[in-house]
């Protein structure tokens, strides 16, 4: 039986809202910053990298998903993007909760 390695994806997607949307209650744009995502190797040296990502990236909040809190701001144009970071498994490997309560806990955010 030869053993395969596991790894994880995190995607990025992103919402961007003008001041001409907000009105409408709607995004000015929405959609795939990085549909194939960054892989990542499920052991520790995997999730130390990814934790190091999402925190780069300004994630602040989990809610089956990871999210920035802060948007970023266009102060030229008035929109703000925030982001949302997704972890994609191979359905085989059943460790997406797994992955998600390691960083929720590196993040020090809640999980659940």
Same mark, same amino acid.
């Given at each position: 039986?030869? %053993? $395969?390695?596991?790894?994880?994806?995190?995607?990025? &997607?992103?919402? $961007?809202?003008?001041?001409?949307?907000?009105? @409408?209650?709607?995004? *000015?744009?929405?959609?795939? =910053?990085?549909?194939?995502?960054? *892989? +990542?190797?499920?052991?520790? #040296?995997?999730?130390? =990298? &990814?934790? *190091?990502? !999402?925190?780069?990236?300004?994630?602040?909040?989990?809610?089956?998903? +990871?999210? $920035?809190?802060?948007?970023? $701001? @266009?102060?030229?144009?008035?929109?703000?993007?925030?982001? @949302?970071?997704?972890?994609?498994?191979?359905?085989?490997?059943?460790?997406?909760?797994?992955? #998600?309560? /390691? /960083?929720?806990? *590196? !993040?020090? /955010? %809640?999980?659940?």
């Amino acid at each position: 039986m030869v %053993k $395969t390695e596991r790894t994880f994806r995190i995607t990025k &997607a992103f919402r $961007t809202i003008s001041p001409e949307s907000v009105k @409408d209650n709607e995004y *000015e744009d929405e959609g795939w =910053e990085d549909e194939e995502g960054r *892989e +990542f190797s499920f052991d520790k #040296e995997g999730i130390e =990298e &990814a934790y *190091e990502y !999402l925190d780069s990236e300004g994630v602040g909040q989990f809610d089956g998903w +990871f999210s $920035t809190v802060d948007p970023q $701001t @266009d102060y030229q144009t008035g929109e703000d993007t925030w982001y @949302d970071f997704f972890i994609k498994v191979d359905p085989e490997i059943p460790c997406k909760k797994n992955i #998600e309560r /390691l /960083l929720c806990y *590196e !993040l020090d /955010l %809640k999980f659940g």
